[in-house]
């Protein structure tokens, strides 16, 4: 999986830190951001680079994890989107990109390392 870089939106410390590591063992490269506001700007920034987007929903300060996916896939159709999330589920059928997989809080990591492995091969094979 070289050069496979997936962008981990979240706030809480530990899952960021739990996540970096299942990924990075999974052999994916990793950009983290902690907030609203510093997700969307790197997935802008990024777009071009990153293959996947593993996001909780709330997420401090600024959009939440519905509206950086959206715009993620505004600039990149083909990119993968995990949701996370303890207390928004319920709205991913209404809220979410299609394609896209939610995970139940709390998890295990390696189903959020699955989700997206699965979705980044779904895209490779449309391509």
Known sequence: MDNITVLVVEDEV???LELE???R???YSVVTANNGHEGLKLAEELFGSIRGIITDIR???GPDGWHIA???RELNPQIA???MSGD???DWAANGVPNSHMIHKPFATAQV???ISQLINEADRQL
């Open 70 to 72: 959206h715009r993620v």
């Open 81 to 83: 989107v995990v949701y």
């Open 59 to 61: 997420v401090g300060a």
């Open 25 to 27: 063992d999974a052999g």
């Open 113 to 115: 390392v699955t989700a």
């Open 14 to 16: 530990l899952v960021v």
């Open 88 to 90: 928004s589920a319920s």
């Open 21 to 23: 590591d299942a990924l």
